[in-house]
């Protein structure tokens, strides 16, 4: 075995190394766990549900958000439009621009807009270029958007939506997409039930961030265990065949009580897929129908401005629980390395 207090320089060199892999392991998975927290904190509360069969209309849209106090409930909704070329033009050069994706929305719109006043309208940099010919200048002038008079009031950096109106009662634009924030907020139930929202997919953004924590974990348990293996064999190295399958037995359950206490479970069920008795075999497999429906739906579907961000914070859970395992399995062949 390794003896620190009779190694040479090289030896103490690759301690080093291995100390330094298991270090950059515990930044990559803080960083990893810092994503998961950041994605609960902004979508956690945000329920989606997805039209793939008859577009609402927005006229419903408006008919569910006047239905409640907004203010008093503090209730968040959008409704997303596949809507394409809606006409915009200005008043003082008279130029015109076919811009796509429409927003309708109320109250805060998770960071990318806040409507001031009920004309107010958003405009992405790129989209002020087209009507404006320039940034400069453009917040407080007045737009026409489908033949109505909207004023300026933001302009969007990112640059992925570029305009955000509020549709007017009676116009002709479908949405495809409703979201639901808050504490105010309609259960799934209650769309379907009372509005006539009858959605194919929804999207509980709470547990898919769960999902992508549950699984970026499992990458890290599989590397703890493989680290675990890889040091119990070199410690177990010529022992006898019994002590020898302690040794090794003894580690992997070591490391597997570490991960469930340190990291957590590497698994995560929804509560949709828990049935009120547990023989109800049909229930198993409509679960599991459903929810492989919805994942390939939610990777395939059209996304926009919370769906693109919340994609990003799944990628970063991911990627930093990826090369974190990396640097723990890279540490425990170093570290076999420096054994032998």
Same mark, same amino acid.
């Given at each position: 075995m390794y003896n620190l207090l009779k190694s040479g320089h090289k030896d103490i060199a690759r301690l080093i190394v291995f100390c330094a892999l298991l270090s950059a392991a515990a930044v990559f998975w803080n960083l990893s766990s810092g994503a998961v927290e950041s994605a609960e904190k902004e979508y956690g509360e945000i329920v989606q549900i997805r039209?793939?069969?008859?577009?609402?209309?927005?006229?419903?849209?408006?008919?569910?958000?006047?239905?409640?106090?907004?203010?008093?409930?503090?209730?968040?909704?959008?409704?997303?439009?596949?809507?394409?070329?809606?006409?915009?033009?200005?008043?003082?050069?008279?130029?015109?621009?076919?811009?796509?994706?429409?927003?309708?929305?109320?109250?805060?719109?998770?960071?990318?807009?806040?409507?001031?006043?009920?004309?107010?309208?958003?405009?992405?940099?790129?989209?002020?270029?087209?009507?404006?010919?320039?940034?400069?200048?453009? #917040?407080?002038? /007045?737009? =026409?958007?489908? +033949?109505?008079?909207?004023?300026?009031?933001?302009? %969007?950096?990112?640059?992925?939506? !570029?305009?955000?109106?509020?549709?007017?009662?009676?116009?002709?634009?479908?949405?495809d997409a409703l979201n639901s924030a808050g504490g105010g907020g309609f259960s799934e139930s209650e769309m379907r039930m009372n509005f006539g929202v009858s959605g194919d997919i929804v999207i509980v953004y709470k547990d898919v961030v769960k999902f992508f924590s549950a699984f970026g974990r499992l990458v890290l348990w599989v590397a703890l265990i493989a680290f675990a293996f890889i040091l119990a064999r070199a410690i177990?190295?010529?022992?006898?065949?019994? #002590?020898?399958? /302690?040794? =090794?037995?003894? +580690?992997?359950?070591?490391?597997?009580?570490?991960? %469930?206490?340190?990291?957590?479970? !590497?698994?995560?069920?929804?509560?949709?897929?828990?049935?009120?008795?547990?023989?109800?075999?049909?229930?198993?497999?409509?679960?599991?129908?459903?929810?492989?429906?919805?994942?390939?739906?939610?990777?395939?579907?059209?996304?926009?401005?919370?769906?693109?961000?919340?994609r990003s914070y799944a990628v970063k859970i991911l990627t930093y629980a990826l090369l974190s395992a990396i640097c723990v399995i890279t540490a425990a062949l170093w570290a076999r390395k420096t054994a032998n």
């Open positions: 039209s793939g069969g008859p577009l609402v209309n927005a006229a419903r849209v408006s008919d569910i958000m006047e239905k409640r106090d907004f203010e008093k409930e503090d209730a968040k909704y959008t409704a997303w439009s596949q809507e394409n070329g809606v006409t915009v033009e200005n008043y003082s050069l008279g130029s015109r621009a076919g811009l796509d994706c429409a927003l309708y929305y109320f109250g805060d719109n998770y960071g990318t807009f806040d409507l001031i006043l009920d004309n107010g309208c958003a405009l992405s940099e790129k989209a002020a270029f087209k009507v404006f010919g320039t940034t400069d200048g453009v #917040l407080g002038e /007045a737009v =026409i958007v489908n +033949g109505e008079t909207f004023i300026v009031e933001k302009l %969007l950096n990112d640059n992925r939506t !570029p305009l955000i109106y509020k549709v007017r009662d009676g116009a002709a634009v479908n949405f177990a190295k010529n022992r006898g065949k019994m #002590l020898r399958a /302690a040794i =090794i037995c003894g +580690g992997l359950a070591l490391a597997a009580a570490g991960c %469930l206490i340190f990291i957590g479970s !590497p698994f995560f069920i929804p509560d949709s897929f828990i049935p009120t008795r547990w023989s109800e075999f049909e229930f198993w497999s409509n679960a599991f129908s459903r929810f492989s429906d919805s994942v390939r739906y939610y990777f395939a579907m059209k996304a926009y401005v919370p769906d693109m961000a919340f």
